[in-house]
């Protein structure tokens, strides 16, 4: 394309102060273990037959009305919760209803009612289970590749600086077929913006810890056959402009408002990646309550953008992998999602519902017995969860994960398909990118000869180790 590329970055840094108190006001003191969540004072009707046969009757009328949306989808916005597993939903929908005082099992998440659910399976080449850096490039690039890497083919291996240097194992993203078609793109993020999810729209590199220089050289390589991921952000295309602001405590539904805003001034369109990152975080230090107060607030974002969008967006909401927390049984109907379970282990020593496999939670047993870790202030939001295999930092998970979609062919994400199927997906919904088009492209006129592209990408710093 002869168009001048104009890639107009905006960020918008958001200073963190303390943890948490951004995120996790107030609220959490009143979701305590002294809730008396009897499930007959709540859910007395459920005890009837007619109560579940209304349910499924409701249940096939919303169905019914899912009506197939064969429209061009002329925006795109994903929503990536990083480290969002299956079990993450239902500890983070029972919490959610929890805090209204009720039992909290039966509460939806607002994208648990979109009207197409799938799985993706998010092993990378080499690795059974993955990191953000492949996942990001499966799902943003549709291509899977090695562990660690980003933006290039299964030929290069992490750390394979010169490998990464050939310009034939780079990959565009669905960002960046956006942008060739004349529409913008742009990124909100509670990471930083070089981070692995994030870099997966624009970064080619054999490594995502090349943030900066000082990376690329502590590894024995140089910048200008390496460039760091930072570099690439402002200096290769897509890019070569950059605005700074700064905005403070913004919460991520409020950084997709300023989004959604901006790029809906072009009338071809947008794609818009969305990443909530720390519920990745909060579960690599066996935070539970963390990780699901961050799956929370995701949710909010996701409600915001389906308020302001018509039906001419497609959503799509997933996760990039799993991680290793889980729910133990048996715990009584409506019992504290964050609190013990009811009954004890083999060695009388009481659990949690919620527990790791592995991080930095595991304890030491003393004199020989397991710790009782119930008579521990677990209500604190930086309470570790007990972990059964002792690592600095807890790991991901190898499940698969959910993709939830809304808008044009939403019908398309259903099903158990390779994570790297996502943005062809998305693109063929958006008659964008290389691959195959929906019927509805050919009969559209939504091309502008020439336009003026750019990007916004929407930043928070977080303060503390990344992953
Ligand atoms: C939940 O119950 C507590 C104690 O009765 C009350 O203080 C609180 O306002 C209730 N919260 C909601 C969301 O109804
Ligand atoms: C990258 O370099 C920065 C700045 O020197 C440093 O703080 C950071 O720890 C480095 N990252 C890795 C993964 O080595
Ligand atoms: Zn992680």
Redesign the pocket.
């Known amino acids: 394309m002869g168009t001048v590329r104009l890639f107009l970055l905006l960020v918008l840094v958001m200073v963190a102060t303390t943890r948490g108190d951004r995120y996790h006001p107030e609220k959490n003191a ?1 979701n305590s273990q002294q ?1 008396q969540r009897n499930p007959d004072a709540f859910n007395t009707a459920e005890r009837t037959p007619e109560f579940w046969k209304n349910s499924a009757k409701a249940g096939i009328e919303t169905r019914l009305k899912d009506i197939r949306n064969d429209k061009l989808a002329r925006n795109v916005i994903m929503f990536l919760g990083d480290g969002m597993s299956i079990p993450t939903l239902m500890a983070a929908r029972t919490l959610k209803g929890q ?3 009720r039992t909290g099992e039966e509460t939806e998440l607002f994208f648990e009612t979109f009207p197409s659910v799938g799985l993706s399976k998010t092993y990378c080449l080499d690795k059974q289970i993955p990191d953000s850096a492949c996942t990001a490039t499966a799902y943003l690039a549709g291509i899977k590749n090695n562990y660690e890497t980003v933006g290039v083919d299964g030929r290069v291996q992490r750390g394979d600086c010169l490998a990464s240097a050939d310009k034939s194992t780079h990959l565009d993203s669905i960002a960046a077929w956006a942008l060739d078609d004349g529409r913008d793109a742009g990124i909100v993020t509670t990471t930083r913006v070089t981070h692995a999810s994030p870099s997966g729209t624009y970064a080619r590199s054999a490594h995502r810890d090349w943030e900066s220089d000082a990376n690329v050289t502590q590894a024995g390589f140089t910048t200008d056959v390496c460039p760091d991921i930072a570099m690439q952000l402002i200096t290769t295309s897509p890019g070569n402009k950059f605005k700074a602001d700064k905005a403070t405590d913004p919460t991520l539904a409020e950084l997709t408002e300023v989004a959604i805003n901006s790029l809906s001034r072009n009338e071809k369109g947008y794609f818009l990646f969305v990443e909530g990152g720390r519920t990745d975080h909060a579960h690599h230090d066996n935070w539970a309550q963390m990780a699901l107060d961050e799956t929370l607030e995701f949710d909010l974002a996701i409600e915001k953008a389906v308020e302001m969008v018509g039906d001419d967006t497609l959503i799509v909401v997933t996760a990039d992998h799993a991680h290793v927390m889980a729910i133990n049984g048996y715990t009584k109907r409506g019992g504290d999602i964050l609190g013990p379970s009811d009954d004890l282990g083999g060695d009388n020593v009481p659990y949690m519902t919620l527990s790791y496999t592995n991080g930095p939670g595991a304890r030491p047993h003393v004199d020989g017995n397991r710790v009782d870790v119930t008579k521990e202030d677990f209500m604190d939001l930086e309470w570790r969860s007990h972990a059964d295999v002792f690592l600095e930092w807890e790991t991901h998970g190898g499940d698969d994960v959910a993709v939830m979609a809304w808008g044009p062919h939403h019908h398309l994400f259903t099903g158990v398909y390779e994570q790297s199927h996502i943005p062809f997906r998305m693109a063929y919904a958006a008659c964008i990118g290389p691959g195959l088009h929906a019927d509805a492209c050919s009969s559209a006129s939504l091309l502008h000869p020439l336009s003026l592209l750019y990007a916004i990408v929407l930043a928070a710093l977080y303060h503390t180790a990344q992953w």
């Open positions: 009143q809730l805090r209204q005082n």
